[in-house]
Antibody, heavy 117, light 108 residues
Framework: QVQLQESGPGLVKPSGTLSLTCAVS?????????WSWVRQTPEKGLEWIGE???????NYNPSLESRVTISIDKSKNHFSLNLNSLTAADTAFYYC??????????WGLGTLVTVSS | EIVLTQSPGTLSLSPGDRATLSCRAS???????VAWYQQKAGQAPRLLIH???SRASGIPERFSGSGSGTDFTLTINRLEPEDFALYYC?????????FGQGTKVEIK
């Protein structure tokens, strides 16, 4: 069974950088798959942030592209999200997800990130 | 980007009823690349349907998807108590991938 687990700080300061890692088990990030990040807020609902292919190719949501970096670490079987220049609007539940033929078939439990001083 | 509009916002039904959820896209979705997810309180979304009509692994047959172009439907036959939840559609035909705002299926 594929499992994903997000980790990272739950509280970050405005103008700072959010850094989250997604540990993958039951699958390898080196396989022929895309791996994605999605966030959710009551105001905006579900928002796709971006994704990374096993070879490092990335695809970002244009609304966040200037602030986002997604990377992959095959040796640790995980992938990561960095989002900079944070504001309160970035407060959200962040999910890491495996992409299956374009759809999101396995999700992490999610982690709440609050942007506040 | 493709905007997805789900209707109704809330569906009040009884166990055993049929639920019909609509998802309308602002532009035609390539190759029926539409998925449906179920989300319960405090949980991550769960994939139900991909490719507009293919059930994901382990999803009961009472869940079915249909549609093409700009109009897609999720049907839940004979609602079970565990089916009362939030449902989202998503398109992955044109980046950025986008989600609808959700339909809540609640007990009448």
């Amino acid at each position: 069974q594929v499992q994903l687990q997000e980790s990272g700080p739950g509280l970050v300061k405005p103008s700072g950088t959010l850094s989250l890692t997604c540990a993958v088990s039951g699958d390898s990030v080196s396989n022929n798959n895309w791996w994605s990040w999605v966030r959710q807020t009551p105001e905006k609902g579900l928002e796709w942030i971006g994704e990374i292919f096993y070879d490092g190719t990335t695809n970002y949501n244009p609304s966040l592209e200037s602030r986002v970096t997604i990377s992959i670490d095959k040796s640790k079987n995980h992938f990561s999200l960095n989002l900079n220049s944070l504001t309160a609007a970035d407060t959200a539940f962040y999910y890491c997800v495996r992409v299956y033929w374009g759809a999101f078939d396995f999700w992490g439990l999610g982690t709440l990130v609050t942007v506040s001083s | 980007e493709i905007v997805l509009t789900q209707s109704p916002g809330t569906l009040s039904l009884s166990p055993g009823d049929r639920a019909t959820l609509s998802c309308r896209a602002s532009q035609s979705v390539t190759s029926r690349y539409v998925a449906w997810y179920q989300q319960k309180a405090g949980q991550a979304p769960r994939l139900l349907i991909h490719g507009a009509s293919s059930r994901a692994s382990g999803i009961p047959e009472r869940f079915s998807g249909s549609g093409s172009g700009t109009d897609f439907t999720l049907t839940i036959n004979r609602l079970e108590p565990e089916d009362f939840a939030l449902y989202y559609c998503q398109q992955y035909g044109r980046s950025p991938w986008t989600f609808g705002q959700g339909t809540k299926v609640e007990i009448k």
